[in-house]
Nanobody, 129 residues
Framework: QVQLVESGGGSVQAGESLTLSCEYS????????KGWYRQPQGRSATSERD???????????DYAESVKGRFTISRDSAKNTLYLQMNDLRSEDSGVYYC???????????????????WGQGTQVTVSS
């Protein structure tokens, strides 16, 4: 059983920072790639979630172009926690942020247009300009 629990969302002004956390647990050993997706306001379908960032199981890190230089993804394996440090937030960063996990490389399935298999419940981020 895979469990992903996000926290850290909130409402901020443009230019401010937030850090999201995702506590994860897996039924066996951790061979999962993990990442963050965003569902913009007004979109409700899972298929409308946009890739933000990921750490593949092999340690490779990637970001969406729109967040490069502003967001940093990291993980603490001792705490079973994934983080997303978000700096210089913009109004277009607003949405529900979902933690995701998949045994396949997340960059690989992203490039094929496939969404991760496992999701958290999401945490709301609202950035006011």
């Amino acid at each position: 059983q895979v469990q992903l629990v996000e926290s850290g969302g909130g409402s901020v002004q443009a230019g401010e920072s937030l850090t999201l956390s995702c506590e994860y647990s897996f039924d066996r050993y951790d061979d999962y790639s993990k990442g963050w997706y965003r569902q913009p306001q007004g979109r409700s379908a899972t298929s409308e979630r946009d890739f933000v960032s990921c750490i593949n199981d092999d340690g490779y890190i990637d970001y969406a172009e729109s967040v490069k230089g502003r967001f940093t993804i990291s993980r603490d394996s001792a705490k079973n926690t994934l983080y997303l440090q978000m700096n210089d937030l913009r109004s277009e960063d607003s949405g529900v942020y979902y933690c995701a996990a998949d045994r396949r490389l997340m960059t690989y399935i992203r490039d094929l247009g496939i969404l991760p298999r496992h999701w958290g419940q999401g945490t709301q981020v609202t950035v006011s300009s």
